[in-house]
């Protein structure tokens, strides 16, 4: 004990002044050269305004390329709907099912109110037939009156209202002609709305209920859109003001903000190039653009912080006016090859944890892989190009507070001391809260939501749920199996084996054409249920002695994280491989890559425990606006961990770096940690709290996939901005000591040569 508290104060006679950089042991090889980075700060410095007008630019010509498109459609009108699915056995029936019987898109109109057995109805029903047949784009039309017997006849029951006598509504059904699209099927879509608004509108006391695919998906995607304006309308100007509070100032809090709004700009026309090229979910947009806003803030409150300080420094106590250019590009340099490496490093680290969704078969997973990659390197670009010259122009009004050096003792330090005295007990408290709250995560379960994604009320959520309610005559089959044989061979098949499993109601075979046959699997349960994937996997188990493949809702989910299962490890092992090269390449240390990457798997797990108990057990349900599916959204976890291991890394980024800083320049580890939590503790607070503010306001939209991603991240944030970054870090380096840069001998020589310091 006693040896520590004297190597801390000689550790403190080595400290430098916040904003000061720290002297390197004599004979260093980097005393001679002057850093890339620094260059670029000082040659940003020299030309700030047309730094900025460039990036305005820029900033302005991408949003109406986002809103308007390039000779085409907007970004948002571009935005695919569906579940999201990995190639596999479900995608290949399907598209065998497609190529045979090509997909026809339908439009139902339900009609409440009236005498089904009128015959002024089934007069209008018969009149709306023939318009509706007439339109361009019509394939067929069926209701329950295209029977002699009406809704009397047997084979009318599909379209009468189940369970009731007699029976109180009735479904038409329009199908538009295969291949139709674009264009010309908005055109026969309206005109067969038009013909059933008619028809209602003959008939007195009805009432009627459109739906159809495409306006499901444009509900869908209308529903993002306002999702997305909500949370941008939340999150900018409450991160303004919290920015105001931190910074005393509105010059300085409004520089991260304008980044953050040139950063989503270029998140948006990087989006729509990727549109061009690829589908995109609706929900692509929120998310990425979500970690776009999260980390331009992020950078921008780094950038602006650490040029603070060193303004500061080379003011010394002087009035703030009176500091000259040259003092401003030197602060500029400095605050460049300091905080703008973390940016370049957390940029890089980000990308990389991006980077492990690439690994996945989901087209969709890929999808917001390659955009989020794109999101990133604009706000990494921003964060050092364009914060430097943001600095440089309001220089001197960032001193407005004063220029006297901040002091080296404070609540972070004092934290910091506090944990060295008792590390034992604060990591072993710690990490149980956080296994503790990881523990709901180990039952969770995986769903692909269709109708459920949008907020109960919504119009074809209720006109969906109730058609599933009213008419299960027309419900999809639980599964589907296409069978590479004859009719018969899949008759025989159905009737011997798939008829007799548990559950199933009804096994038919029709014929496909061209050697293939297909056969309809009828159960009661619910499409992604635990009974509909159990039949899946029966229904594989039991093959016929021909080739066959089980496609539906249930198979396609199987599918999907059978894939994620798969293409886990393999991401797992390139960001984990990767994040520990960059943070070698940081600190010249093994361990702290190790202990890094070990303290942002119990976060994410505590994440995940958290996102299981609130959405899936329902709990906070009436707090937080949504009504649980009893499961997880497929994709949701493979996003939390990239994304929120990439924000955790910003963290360890900003604290870690600072303290490597004052390390490398002779100060004691303890004091190290002290001095580097006290310098970085308000920004990782700050900068957690502005992310909180950002994912705050997209849980406050309606759409519930967006909802669990904001709360999982909100959670991954704070655990890692106070429990882990505030406790765990300086609990651990405390243990381990001097052993926390300890790397092998020949790894030592080439970082001391090749690493990146500045």
Not at 742 to 748: E, I, M, R, V
Request: glycine share 10%; net charge neutral.
């Amino acid at each position: 004990m006693t040896d520590r508290r004297s190597s801390t104060r000689r550790g403190r006679h080595t400290a430098q002044a916040p904003g000061s950089a720290p002297p390197r042991p004599a004979g260093s090889h980097r005393t001679q050269r002057q850093p890339g980075l620094s260059r670029w700060g000082a040659s940003t410095a020299d030309h700030p305004w047309r730094v900025v007008l460039t990036w305005a630019v820029l900033a302005v010509a991408a949003f109406l390329v986002a809103a308007a498109g390039v000779g085409g459609p907007s970004l948002f009108s571009k935005l695919s709907t569906g579940e999201p699915t990995a190639p596999g056995e479900a995608t290949t029936g399907r598209d065998l099912l497609a190529a045979a019987e090509p997909d026809r898109p339908a439009i139902l109109l339900t009609v409440d109110g009236v005498d089904l057995v009128s015959p002024a109805v089934a007069t209008a029903a018969a009149a709306a037939t023939a318009d509706i047949a007439a339109i361009d784009g019509v394939a067929d039309v069926a209701s329950p009156f295209e029977f002699p017997a009406g809704t009397a006849d047997p084979r009318a029951a599909a379209f009468v209202t189940a369970g009731s006598t007699p029976p109180k509504a009735f479904l038409m059904v329009t199908r538009l002609e295969a291949g139709l699209e674009g264009a010309a099927q908005d055109r026969a879509e309206v005109a067969v709305r038009a013909a059933y608004t008619r028809m209602g509108g003959t008939l007195p006391g009805a009432s009627i209920a459109i739906g159809s695919g495409a306006a499901l998906g444009d509900e869908i995607v209308g529903q993002m859109e306002a999702d997305l304006r909500l949370g941008e309308g939340i999150a900018l100007p409450l991160s303004f003001a919290l920015m105001v509070v931190v910074f005393g100032g509105f010059v300085a809090a409004g520089m991260p903000i304008i980044g953050a709004v040139v950063s989503i700009g270029g998140a948006l026309a990087a989006l729509y190039g990727f549109s061009t090229v690829m589908d995109l979910d609706a929900a692509t947009v929120n998310v990425v653009t979500l970690l776009g806003l999260a980390l331009s803030i992020d950078y921008g409150l780094l950038f602006v912080s650490r040029a603070r300080e060193e303004l500061r420094a080379l003011a010394e106590g002087r009035p703030a006016a009176d500091l000259t250019h040259e003092q401003i590009r030197l602060a500029m340099a400095r605050t460049t090859a300091t905080a703008g490496r973390t940016v370049l490093f957390s940029g890089v680290t980000v990308a990389i944890s991006l980077a492990g969704l690439m690994v996945f078969r989901s087209p969709t997973i890929r999808a917001i892989g390659a955009a989020g990659m794109s999101v990133v390197l604009v706000a990494m670009l921003v964060g050092v190009s364009m914060m430097p010259a943001l600095c440089t122009l309001g220089a001197r009004r960032l001193l407005a507070r004063g220029t006297e050096t901040a002091p080296d003792e404070g609540v972070f330090s004092r934290l910091a001391a506090a944990v060295h005295r008792r590390p034992w007990v604060v990591m072993i408290a710690t990490s149980a809260l956080l296994l503790a709250m990881a523990v709901p995560a180990l039952s969770m379960r995986l769903t692909s939501s269709g109708v459920e994604l949008v907020p109960v009320g919504s119009p074809q959520r209720d006109f969906y749920e109730r058609l599933d309610r009213d008419f299960p005559a027309l419900r999809a089959p639980t599964a589907t199996v296409v069978v590479k044989g004859s009719l018969q061979q899949a008759q025989d098949w159905a009737q011997g084996t798939v008829a007799r499993l548990p559950g199933v109601t009804q096994a038919q075979a029709r014929d496909l054409g061209d050697g293939y046959a297909a056969v309809a699997v009828h159960t009661g349960a619910a499409p992604l249920d635990e009974g509909s994937r159990a039949l899946v996997e029966t229904l594989r188990a039991n093959r016929p002695a021909v080739p066959i493949w089980v496609t539906g809702q249930a198979a396609a989910l199987l599918d999907l994280t059978g894939s994620i299962a798969a293409g886990a490890p393999y991401a797992g092992l390139l960001v984990v491989f990767a994040t520990f090269v960059l943070l070698f390449l940081m600190t010249g240390s093994v361990v702290i890559p190790v202990k890094a990457l070990a303290l942002n798997v119990v976060s994410l797990g505590a994440s995940l425990g958290a996102l299981t108990w609130i959405f899936q057990d329902g709990h906070l349900a009436s707090a937080l606006g949504f009504t649980s599916v009893s499961a997880i959204e497929s994709i949701i976890p493979p996003l939390v961990i990239a994304f929120g291991f990439g924000l955790s890394m910003d963290y360890e980024l900003f604290l870690i770096s600072r303290i490597a800083e004052l390390h490398q320049a002779g100060v004691e580890n303890n004091r190290a940690v002290e001095l580097g939590l006290q310098r970085s503790g308000r920004i990782v607070t700050s900068a957690a709290a502005l992310v909180v503010i950002v994912f705050a306001g997209f849980i406050a939209g309606k759409m519930l996939i967006i909802k669990e991603m904001g709360v999982a991240l909100t959670v991954a944030v704070l655990l890692d901005a106070t429990l882990v970054r505030m406790l765990l870090v300086p609990a651990t380096m405390e243990l381990l000591g001097e052993r926390n840069w300890w790397a092998p001998a020949p790894l030592a020589r080439w970082h001391a040569r090749h690493g990146i310091q500045e």
